[in-house]
């Protein structure tokens, strides 16, 4: 059977493929330390499972659900919105719970794009941007992030592009993998920048409460509802990967015409996953205090191991990776990423998967135990 030429536009999903190789060392008896992928291994709230466990025995709970989702999480995704970031969305009209922030992406792209149109994506970025685009029929057009502009887009470069066939952009800050957090300043050029080209902004923003004191969403900007569409996720700030729930929050019209594809995907989020993920974004400070006091417990130890690696990194950046450039001695983080794989039994993500401006770079990830940093310690100083 021959699968749909939109499908020759992307491969398997880079950790699916090399996560499947790691698995075969681990099966093959190599004790395999993983610090590539973001999956949180610490629990979410005690209180949103009693929340999931007690709603399971509801009679209503086994039905279809509302496309919109439920006023209750509706209400909370709003009441965050307000609480955290001074953002005023209406729950009726301008938010959307989504079964996760990656459907989002897609669910935008397939929404948006027709054939042709040009959407501005970040070298390096999330790989899932270039995916959605090229499957729903769009063309990525790669701006690129250096760190001597501090991660930020080049608006001077682009304004000097072609910026005709653009009709989206996708920005992400914190951004990932740079862990680079934004400004006031950049949201604003952000901001400016669609609005002047009439450019649909996406702003992907499932970091804001990892190690970061100040956490922004760009629709706090003037003007931004606009133009601007944000995604966000319980994925990394509660814990709740496998949940598989996001949101987005948008103008009335935005959230119209996304749902329009969108009821056409799914029909509605299971019942306790809902009222559970309502009372997880009602968590008080202590909570992303006491998870975020484990992660900087972890990131110095991750330093440590970039120091043993020899790699250059920034102590300021946040979300759930540390970025660092590997030393002149490795041809690219592939191939450093693959002498730490086969000769440590460490697995580290090379900076390369996120685009080529990634290439100098690897990505640690902050999800594993002081105790297995420490091991990957020993094991890459004995092999370094
Ligand atoms: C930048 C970025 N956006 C979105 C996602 C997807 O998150 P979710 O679990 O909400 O689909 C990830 C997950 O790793 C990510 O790194």
């Known amino acids: 059977m021959k ?12 950790f699916s493929t090399k996560l499947r190789e790691v698995a075969r060392l681990a099966a093959a008896g190599k004790p395999i330390i993983n610090m590539g992928i ?14 999931i466990q007690g709603s399971l025995m509801d009679v209503n709970a086994h039905k279809y659900q509302s496309y919109q989702g439920l006023p209750e999480l509706r209400n909370a995704i709003s009441n965050f919105y307000k609480d955290k970031f001074k953002v005023i969305a209406n729950p009726d009209d301008e938010v959307l719970p989504l079964m996760g922030s990656k459907e989002g992406i897609m669910h935008i792209c397939m929404t948006y794009l027709n054939e042709g149109d040009q959407v501005l994506i970040p070298n390096p970025g999330y790989p899932t941007y270039t995916s959605a685009v090229k499957l729903a029929g769009g063309t990525p057009l790669y701006y690129e992030l250096t760190a001597e502009n501090s991660w930020a887009p080049d608006f001077e470069n682009l304004e000097k592009s072609d910026l ?12 990932m993998p740079t862990g680079q957090r934004p400004t006031k300043e950049l949201f604003e050029k952000i901001v400016a920048f669609g609005i002047k080209h009439q450019i649909l902004i996406c702003h992907d923003n499932p970091y ?35 949940w598989r729930v996001g949101m987005l929050i ?3 019209d935005r959230i119209n015409e996304i749902l329009r594809f969108k009821s056409n995907m799914d029909s509605g989020m299971f019942l306790p996953v809902q009222l559970a993920a309502a009372k997880a ?29 020899k790699c250059v990194y920034t102590k300021q950046q946040v979300g759930m990776f540390v ?36 290439n100098e770079y690897i990505r640690v990830s902050l999800c594993g135990s002081i105790e297995k940093f420490s091991e990957a310690i020993k094991r890459i100083e004995a092999c370094v």
């Not at 699968?3 to 880079?14: C, F, G, I, S």
């Not at 006091?293 to 690696?309: N, P």
Request: no cysteine.
């Open 3 to 14: 699968a749909a030429k939109r499908l020759d536009t992307v491969q398997e999903y880079y």
């Open 38 to 51: 973001g999956s949180p291994d610490l629990q979410p709230p005690v209180k949103v499972l009693e929340a």
């Open 164 to 175: 005709s066939k653009v009709k989206l952009m996708w920005v992400n800050y914190p951004h």
């Open 208 to 242: 804001a409460f990892i190690l970061n004191d100040k956490p922004e969403s760009l629709l706090s900007i003037d003007r931004a509802k606009e133009v601007v569409i944000e995604l966000n996720s319980l994925s990394k700030s509660q814990n709740m990967a496998g």
């Open 250 to 252: 948008a103008a009335e």
């Open 281 to 309: 974004l009602s968590l008080d400070q202590s909570w992303y205090d006491s998870v975020n006091k484990i992660y900087t417990a972890r990131r110095e130890k991750v330093f440590e191991l970039l120091d043993v690696l």
């Open 323 to 358: 970025w660092a450039k590997i030393p002149a001695t490795y041809k690219d983080g592939y191939a450093l990423s693959d002498k730490v794989l086969y000769d440590a039994n460490v697995f580290i993500t090379p900076g390369g998967i996120f685009g080529s401006a990634g």
